[in-house]
Nanobody, 126 residues
Framework: QVQLVESGGGSVQAGGSLRLSCAAS????????MGWFRQAPGKDREFVAA????????YYGDSVKGRFTLSRDNAKNTVYLQMTSLKPEDTAVYYC???????????????????WGQGTQVTVSS
């Protein structure tokens, strides 16, 4: 049984920073890529970032490139999303997800992710 638990969300002013964490339970965390998605009210789910199973490759959505950094600690079964220079348009519920296929490079399509966390709210005020 895989469980993903996000934490670190909250309210911040524009230009501020937050760090989201996603703690995974269950076996084989280290062989799966992990991703973050977000969804704002009335909008489609949007790809934010993903990291390969080894942590050697990261991928970012265009809207967060240069501002967000994704990392993972396989010894702690945790991924971290460091968000800086936050903008009001970053306001959304952020979800952590595990890629479906082991030892594979992640993709930006949410359909390729098999397990999801409950989400954590990020609110950025102007």
């Amino acid at each position: 049984q895989v469980q993903l638990v996000e934490s670190g969300g909250g309210s911040v002013q524009a230009g501020g920073s937050l760090r989201l964490s996603c703690a995974a339970s269950g076996v084989s965390f280290s062989i799966y890529a992990m991703g973050w998605f977000r969804q704002a009210p009335g909008k489609d789910r949007e790809f934010v970032a993903a990291i390969s199973w080894s942590g050697s490759n990261t991928y970012y959505g265009d809207s967060v490139k240069g501002r967000f950094t994704l990392s993972r600690d396989n010894a702690k079964n945790t991924v971290y999303l460091q968000m800086t220079s936050l903008k009001p348009e970053d306001t959304a519920v952020y979800y952590c997800a595990r890629f479906k296929y082991p030892y594979s490079q992640p993709q930006s399509d949410y359909a390729d992710y098999g397990y999801w966390g409950q989400g954590t709210q990020v609110t950025v005020s102007s």
